[in-house]
């Protein structure tokens, strides 16, 4: 089980309500869609993924997707 990175409780009451963000990340999912895909979270490129899938709860599918590097 993974661990939500820390809020404050407002903000984290906010995101919980929204999108489930708490919840997905406990349970090693990406996000509902339309937001994420939903599907498994289980594996990262880098610990740096990692750590955003902590702050966001998207998994690295759905990371590969919405921070596409520029050249």
């Keep these: ?5 820390e809020k404050s409780p407002e ?3 906010f ?3 929204t ?3 708490t919840t997905a990340i ?5 996000l509902d869609p339309p ?5 498994p979270a289980h594996e990262f490129r880098d ?3 990692e750590q955003e899938y902590s702050i966001s709860g998207f ?12 050249d």
Excluded: H, Y
């Design 1 to 5: 089980m993974s661990k939500p990175s």
């Design 11 to 13: 903000l984290e009451r």
């Design 15 to 17: 995101l919980e309500e």
């Design 19 to 21: 999108t489930g963000r």
């Design 26 to 30: 406990k349970n090693n999912v990406c």
């Design 35 to 39: 937001i994420g895909c939903g599907g």
């Design 47 to 49: 610990l740096l993924s």
């Design 59 to 70: 998994c690295q599918a759905c990371q590969d997707k919405i921070f596409v590097e520029e």
